[in-house]
């Protein structure tokens, strides 16, 4: 039987006497590029900080390649699920190897002291994401684009059987967004590595997910190929704007376009 | 390279090794310099001569200096390592136990100790303890007792709380007739003449098994600065490491607090020197603290006594002389 990298079972979330995740279920099989998207405030970094362990929800019954969460340790959840957050400013210069490096620490003793083979790895990481040319670099001399991609080899240097990423193309330009989601898909292509993403940018999502989460309010509003999920009325009664939807002209795939305020007021 | 064997051990052996050199011609210079004169080579002399000889100089070395130059290293050692852990902790590199007012609330604990009439240990110690833990809970509450803190509010939380650690203090010691509290500079800008070859062992008891513990989590803290999730999804128990070393740097600040009073900017100069030289590895920084604030202390005590004509500075002049334009210096690189 094909295990699931994600199992998810009447997930609920609050923050106070405020639920942000109302009884979830669903499941990721492995080895698939899954993007959960939705509007602002829909609960969908709870929901990525709930895979990854960092929120403990109540009643949970979640279980990761099969296991449930709470049965795993620490480090072995970080052997098997790595995070690649929100940009986060760091004022500390550690240079782009150091940083990779670190992603070792779940296997290495309590000073985490790297070996050859550790050092090995960290340099496949770091020339998967094509920064080889930034290892000695610090972080603060990165651009957003390639900063990105040196936090996307330090989750890979954790040599996860899943990746969690939070909006990692936002406030990316559009090169760079292409960059980091054909790298994902590289991940999951070469690697087996299942993708989960969190993205706010639709089209992307269109283009590469295997499969679509769209949530609402803490509620899940549609799941399935990126073909069903993102038809007219879903999309419009979610977001709450006017929207167009076409093919793209790559074919196969859907194109939203948002409609500006100043075509409706005719 | 050898295959299997961790290449960090190398760089820590060798840094380790050449700050423990400096160290040990600190400690040196410290032991042969003073009023009472010796000489380089007199004193190098009673030190590879037979010790306890009765002579003079033995005296004046074993006695008076020994524990002075041992202590200024002890001191040296906490301060650097305390600002290396609340920097990496608070994820703020301008943080420092003096700066955020955490060594002006354990030398309240500790006047009130004695004005109460405890032991110097472990009762004053007990009561510089509390003070600290009260100020370090009181700036992470003002700060919204968020982890992720802001610079400028913890900054500004600090000096505030600095400021009125230090009215008290004042407050404390003039309404009070008691003469073992009687010098203000003392506690305001510290001071090593005091302590005495009995007070550094204890000293050296409680601080050195801190000194190996905050060692251990130092591969934490490398992690701890790339966020709490982050650090979370890498297998680093966050509250267990963070709660562990706010805890013992606290205790090992009161510690020397209430042996030596307020020595500020000693936990911003020396971890920022070491950033500079050796990168931000805690590894490699957590015995570069220890052994290079030893140093660092041990010149700043030799400048106090030998700078003045007459008598001697309390050594915090030194230290605040050097550290607070550094500070000045960093807020504004940084800003």
């Given amino acids: ?266 | 390279m050898n295959n299997n064997k961790p290449f960090l051990l190398k760089r820590l052996t060798a840094v380790s090794f050449l700050l423990l050199i400096l160290l040990a011609v600190a400690v040196f210079l410290g032991l042969s310099i003073g009023s009472t004169g010796g000489g380089i080579k007199n004193v190098w002399q009673a030190l590879i001569g037979e010790k306890g000889n009765g002579s003079m100089l033995d005296t004046i070395i074993w006695r008076i200096r020994f524990p002075r130059v041992l202590s200024a290293a002890l001191v040296g050692a906490t301060l650097s390592l305390g600002g290396l852990v609340f920097q990496a902790l608070l994820r703020n590199p301008l943080a420092e136990p003096y700066i955020l007012g955490i060594s002006g609330g354990s030398a309240i604990g500790a006047i009130i100790g004695i004005l109460l009439g405890f032991s110097r240990f472990p009762g004053v110690s007990s009561m510089a303890f509390i003070g600290s833990i009260a100020t370090l809970v009181l700036i992470l509450v003002m700060s919204s007792g968020q982890m992720i803190l802001k610079k400028e509010s913890l900054l500004l939380s600090g000096v505030m709380v600095n400021s009125f650690c230090s009215a008290i203090i004042m407050f404390l010691i003039s309404m009070t007739q008691d003469s073992r509290i009687h010098n203000i500079m003392f506690w305001l800008m510290g001071d090593l003449s005091m302590i005495d070859i009995g007070q550094t062992g204890v000293l050296a008891a409680m601080l050195l098994p801190a000194f190996f513990i905050i060692f251990l989590f130092s591969n934490s803290m490398n992690i701890l600065l790339l966020g709490e999730e982050m650090a979370h999804t890498m297998g680093v128990n966050i509250r267990f490491v963070t709660i562990t070393l706010l805890v013992l740097t606290s205790f090992m600040v009161s510690a020397t607090v209430s042996n030596c009073g307020l020595l500020g900017f000693v936990g911003l100069v020396v971890p920022h020197l070491f950033r500079l030289l050796l990168g931000p590895d805690h590894r490699i920084l957590v015995p570069a603290c220890i052994l290079g604030g030893g140093t660092y202390m041990v010149l700043c005590d030799l400048l106090s006594r030998s700078l003045p004509q007459q008598g001697e500075m309390p050594v915090g002049v030194i230290t605040a002389m050097i550290g607070a334009p550094l500070f000045i210096y960093l807020l504004k690189r940084a800003g």
Avoid at chain 1, 11 to 37: A, D, M, N, W
Avoid at chain 1, 218 to 241: K, Q
């Fill in chain 1, 1 to 266: 039987m094909m295990q699931n990298a994600v199992d998810i079972k009447n997930l609920s979330h609050y923050y106070g006497s405020y639920s942000v995740l109302k009884e979830i279920s669903f499941s990721i099989p492995k080895g698939r590029f899954f993007i959960i998207i939705g509007p602002n405030g829909s609960g969908k970094t709870t929901l990525l900080k709930s895979i990854s362990g960092i929120e403990k929800a109540r009643n949970e019954k979640l279980d990761i390649l099969g296991k449930p969460i709470t049965e795993y340790s620490r480090r072995a959840l970080a052997r098997t699920i790595a995070l690649v957050p929100q940009m986060v400013t760091i004022d500390f210069p550690f240079t782009v190897m150091e940083l990779v490096l670190m992603g070792r620490s779940p296997y290495l003793g309590i000073l985490g002291l790297e070996e050859e083979k550790d050092l090995e790895i960290a340099r496949e990481a770091i020339s998967f994401t094509g920064v080889e040319h930034l290892s000695d670099r610090k972080l603060d001399q990165l651009s957003g684009g390639e900063r990105q991609r040196v936090f996307i080899a330090r989750a890979i240097c954790q040599q996860p059987s899943v990746i969690l990423l939070d909006e990692p193309t936002a406030s990316l330009d559009i090169a760079h967004q292409i960059k980091v989601m054909d790298l994902m898909e590289k991940l999951k292509e070469d690697k087996g590595v299942t993708v989960v993403m969190v993205s706010h940018e639709i089209n992307l999502a269109a283009m590469y997910s295997d499969e679509l989460l769209l949530l609402k309010d803490g509620e899940i509003v549609g799941m399935g190929l990126p073909e069903d999920v993102l038809s007219f009325e879903i999309l419009e009664n979610v977001y709450g704007c006017k929207l167009l939807i076409d093919e793209s002209p790559l074919g196969k795939f859907k194109r939203i376009t948002p409609v500006p305020g100043k075509f409706l007021d005719k």
